[in-house]
């Protein structure tokens, strides 16, 4: 093979540069980091409602429709005769028992010793939770409230119209109650609750339909006035001039003048004479009683709750829960001497409405 020319040199082939290393990976890239926790959110404490009811087919649905965001609605029936019964037990949230009637405070006591859940709220078929205080009191309970209790304000319609004065104006009541802290005292009729520690008042208040018909009322009316009469008989308290009379017409100037009444038209006017007529009626009665008592013929009066587990203090250790039986029988046990509620350090009464006595 001849010799390449003196000028012939091979081609040297370029170097062929190595790939510059991949720095190591830092260790955060090796592996997945964990997602961040979030804190767990706060359970909300647990809500049961408690509704009293009787013969309150036309309201019960509408009362129970506005409490379906409860976790729980205890229905305490004193054995309607009418739908009520069969209309709470469509809601699959009812708990629906039913109770002997001794009166709206025994009713409630006696409700609220069935209960669990860590609050309470109260409420009368013919009353309404609106949405602004569905969200007011979910938002309470959720914040660890520093108070025990609540007062709600009741915005009352008579005949369908709103009753903005009459005495009513300042309608409030104490209907929330973390279990244990409140209890009613032993009153047949209005009966305001005792507390630990005050009620401060919330924002927004409730539906109450009072009445719908001049007939309901006046039966209500009656009805009260009649119980009433008994409490007092009961308290030994006696009737004369003063309260026949005296007590009728300061009511009826009371809540028509210095109420301001009049600005609610003839519902007003309507509405202040009923509530004076029930004064009247009331304080008759009891006049009327010892009249008869004294020529030897005793009154015939309501039964009265005398279990003294349902009016024990706020301090008193809370009976063991009763069995809750439907419409075979009554969930009451066997009755005891009845005793004053009791007054321990730092119970509280909240003040009744000026619209709610008779």
């Known amino acids: 093979m001849a010799a390449p020319p003196p000028h012939y040199s091979p081609i040297a082939r370029p170097a062929i540069p190595e790939a510059p290393a991949v720095p190591e990976a830092p260790a955060s890239r090796q592996r997945p980091l964990p997602l961040p926790v979030s804190p767990p959110l706060r359970s909300l404490p647990a809500i049961t409602a408690?509704?009293?009811?009787f013969n309150e087919e036309t309201n019960i649905a509408s009362c129970l429709e506005s409490l379906l965001w409860c976790d729980e609605i205890l229905v305490v029936d004193s054995f309607s005769t009418d739908r009520t019964a069969e209309i709470a037990r469509g809601y699959p949230k009812v708990r629906f028992v039913q109770r002997t009637y001794?009166?709206?405070?025994?009713?409630?006591?006696?409700?609220?010793?069935?209960?669990?859940?860590?609050?309470?709220l109260i409420f009368d078929a013919d009353e309404r939770c609106t949405p602004e205080l569905q969200r007011?009191?979910?938002?309470?309970?959720?914040?660890?409230?520093?108070?025990?209790?609540y007062t709600i304000q009741r915005r009352v319609h008579f005949l369908d119209k709103v009753i903005r004065f009459s005495g009513w104006q300042h309608d409030r009541v104490v209907r929330l109650a973390r279990r244990g802290c409140a209890r009613y005292p032993n009153r047949r009729v209005h009966a305001d609750m005792i507390t630990r520690g005050p009620a401060p008042i919330l924002h927004n208040p409730m539906e109450h339909y009072m009445a719908d018909t001049l007939d309901e009322y006046i039966r209500r009316?009656?009805?009260?006035?009649?119980?009433?009469?008994?409490?007092?008989?009961?308290?030994?308290?006696?009737?004369?001039?003063?309260?026949?009379?005296?007590?009728?017409?300061?009511?009826?100037f009371r809540t028509y003048l210095l109420q301001?009444?009049?600005?609610?038209?003839?519902?007003?006017?309507?509405?202040?004479?009923?509530?004076?007529f029930g004064t009247?009626?009331?304080?008759?009665?009891?006049?009327?009683?010892?009249?008869?008592?004294?020529?030897?013929?005793?009154?015939?009066?309501?039964?009265?709750?005398?279990?003294?587990?349902?009016?024990?203090?706020?301090?008193?250790?809370?009976?063991?829960?009763?069995?809750?039986?439907?419409?075979?029988?009554?969930?009451?046990?066997?009755?005891?001497?009845?005793?004053?509620?009791?007054?321990a350090a730092g119970e509280r009464r909240q003040p009744a409405a000026a619209g709610k006595e008779l």
């Open 136 to 149: 007011e009191i979910v938002a309470l309970v959720g914040s660890d409230p520093r108070h025990d209790a």
């Open 280 to 343: 009247y009626r009331k304080w008759s009665l009891l006049w009327g009683w010892h009249a008869n008592a004294a020529r030897g013929r005793m009154p015939t009066l309501p039964i009265f709750d005398e279990d003294e587990t349902i009016w024990r203090g706020l301090e008193d250790p809370p009976p063991q829960r009763y069995e809750a039986r439907g419409a075979a029988g009554d969930a009451r046990p066997g009755a005891a001497p009845a005793g004053p509620i009791g007054g």
């Open 221 to 252: 009316i009656e009805k009260y006035s009649f119980w009433g009469a008994s409490q007092h008989w009961k308290e030994g308290k006696r009737a004369g001039f003063t309260e026949i009379f005296g007590r009728t017409v300061w009511r009826f």
């Open 260 to 276: 301001l009444g009049i600005l609610d038209g003839m519902h007003g006017l309507v509405f202040c004479m009923l509530q004076s």
């Open 50 to 53: 408690i509704v009293t009811t």
């Open 102 to 120: 001794y009166g709206s405070a025994s009713q409630k006591n006696w409700a609220m010793d069935q209960v669990e859940n860590d609050w309470i």
